[in-house]
């Protein structure tokens, strides 16, 4: 009833803020306003401030009205789909492409990045991985510009692996192990909880990746919308595996989404952790628990394939959409093609160097040992040392919103342990049923 409540809260606010702000073309001194839509925390000393200041910088030299509408985390969603609504995007929205964009592209509201790179010149569409433009591809279009890739990483704090006499875990079996000891101990084990499915359908998929031709079947979902495989019915057992062995927080939704999962990590309360390049800055800003942190390779879970410590999941996480009607409106065409370039060079450029993104575009190099986010290169030279290859994951490939959104939803049961690993699969499929006879 609560999140019920917050999100009517949020609908209301967005509506607000939309109806008052709508259609707006120029704002104090007969300035071009640009509405831009972000999930940046202005102040978290990472990604959310350095972007902040980027943009404005940009807004001040470019002479622009800058209206940033800053709604964070997965309410993003909430606030995209009034908008949306009310056809009244944000001209610029910095937001995930995938299913979560797919219904705003087919109800053509997004611009078509053809557009842009029609007479672009600081710029070319092939400087970005085809791999990364595929995220933003809805019916063949390029309906979004990716920045933004992903790494998830596992580590291990070593001052308690050497507190209690242990060694990192290289199998599912080791980790079982070691996590009694730390039970005995009152450490949680591994860092990984689910609140509307995060962090948790990262790992699922790690684990569905590990096994024979599970790769190949993540990629496949969006086409024939069968989820309970046999890949399927063996990762759910050993989540359901891992929970009963203790693996987990004891409270999986207190200690699920990213915040709450890292800080355990983070605060010395937990030995083990699954996460990903956006959760770095926060062991970087902790001296004691980054000199402790140590990189490993996934364990190998039980039926894995015999290569399955080479990969790791990776692929492209954000980027932004341009509404097709702001790019239309020759008042604002000419500098949305101004922003474009902004966000396409200078705001990654910076952003990687500095340690928050990791860049999709094939030109821009950044050097890892003077990130200011230490974290994450040393994630990125593990990587690149340990020929770490990439994998996809079920959210990327989810061909509905709809049953994208229960699937997340579903995990937080299945790791709470009020669905058992058959009822999780069987509810997932028959979302997907209900959502292709829909579609």
Same mark, same amino acid.
């Given at each position: 009833m609560k999140r019920i409540l917050l999100s009517t809260a949020l609908l209301i606010m967005v509506m607000s803020l939309v109806f008052a702000g709508g259609g707006q073309q120029s704002g104090s001194g007969g300035l071009t306003t640009i509405r831009f839509g972000c999930g940046w925390n202005a102040s978290d000393g990472?990604? %959310?401030?350095?972007?902040? #200041?980027?943009?404005? +910088?940009?807004? !001040?030299?470019?002479? =622009?009205?800058? /209206?940033?509408?800053? &709604?964070?985390g997965d309410e993003q969603r909430n606030k995209v789909q009034v908008d949306a609504a009310a056809n009244n995007l944000a001209d610029c929205q910095l937001f995930w492409g995938a299913v979560l964009c797919m219904n705003y592209a087919r109800a053509g509201l997004l611009l078509n990045v053809d557009e842009y790179y029609k007479t672009a010149t600081k710029h070319k569409?092939?400087?970005?991985?085809?791999?990364?433009?595929?995220?933003?591809?809805?019916?063949?279009?390029?309906?979004g510009?990716?920045?933004?890739?992903?790494?998830?990483?596992?580590v291990c704090n070593q001052a308690l692996f050497k507190k209690y %006499?242990?060694?990192?875990? #290289?199998?599912?079996? +080791?980790?079982? !192990?070691?996590?009694? =000891?730390?039970? /005995?101990?009152?450490? &949680?084990?591994?860092?990984?909880?689910?609140?509307?499915?995060?962090?948790?359908?990262?790992?699922?998929?790690?684990?569905?990746?590990?096994?024979?031709?599970?790769?190949?079947?993540?990629?496949?979902?969006?086409?024939?919308?069968?989820?309970?495989?046999?890949?399927?019915?063996?990762?759910?057992?050993?989540?359901?595996?891992?929970?009963?062995?203790?693996?987990?927080?004891?409270?999986?939704?207190?200690?699920?989404?990213?915040?709450?999962s890292t800080a355990l990590y983070t605060e010395g309360k937990a030995a083990m952790m699954y996460s990903f390049n956006w959760m770095t800055n926060a062991i970087t800003m902790v001296p004691d628990v980054l000199d402790n942190s140590v990189l490993i390779p996934i364990p190998k879970m039980p039926g894995a394939r015999d290569d399955a410590q080479k990969f790791m999941s990776q692929a492209t996480n954000y980027g932004f959409l341009i509404s097709a009607k702001s790019y239309a409106d020759s008042k604002k065409t000419t500098i949305l093609n101004s922003l474009i370039d902004f966000m396409l060079g200078d705001y990654i450029t910076t952003a990687a160097q500095a340690g928050f993104t990791i860049p999709v575009d094939k030109t821009v190099n950044i050097d890892y040992d003077k990130m200011q986010n230490k974290?994450?290169?040393?994630v990125l030279k593990f990587n690149r040392d340990?020929?770490?290859?990439?994998?996809?994951?079920?959210?990327?490939?989810?061909?509905?919103?709809?049953?994208?959104?229960?699937?997340?939803?579903?995990?937080?049961?299945?790791?709470?342990?009020?669905?058992?690993?058959?009822?999780?699969?069987?509810?997932?499929?028959?979302?997907?049923?209900?959502?292709?006879?829909?579609?």
């Open positions: 990472g990604q %959310g401030q350095l972007g902040t #200041k980027l943009i404005k +910088d940009w807004a !001040a030299k470019n002479n =622009v009205n800058l /209206q940033m509408e800053v &709604v964070t569409k092939s400087d970005i991985t085809d791999e990364a433009w595929s995220f933003y591809t809805v019916d063949g279009k390029q309906i510009f990716p920045t933004d890739g992903y790494t998830g990483y596992f %006499g242990l060694d990192f875990p #290289k199998t599912y079996d +080791d980790m079982v !192990a070691v996590s009694k =000891v730390f039970n /005995q101990n009152g450490i &949680v084990p591994f860092a990984v909880g689910s609140k509307g499915g995060n962090p948790s359908h990262l790992w699922y998929s790690q684990v569905y990746a590990q096994l024979p031709n599970g790769n190949d079947e993540m990629y496949a979902l969006n086409k024939n919308w069968n989820f309970n495989t046999q890949n399927a019915k063996a990762t759910s057992q050993i989540i359901a595996d891992m929970r009963n062995a203790g693996m987990f927080p004891k409270d999986t939704m207190a200690n699920g989404d990213w915040n709450p974290f994450l290169g040393k340990n020929n770490i290859q990439p994998s996809t994951c079920h959210y990327d490939n989810y061909p509905n919103t709809a049953a994208c959104t229960d699937f997340q939803n579903f995990l937080d049961e299945l790791w709470g342990g009020s669905m058992d690993a058959e009822q999780f699969n069987t509810a997932c499929q028959r979302s997907l049923d209900r959502a292709k006879g829909q579609n």
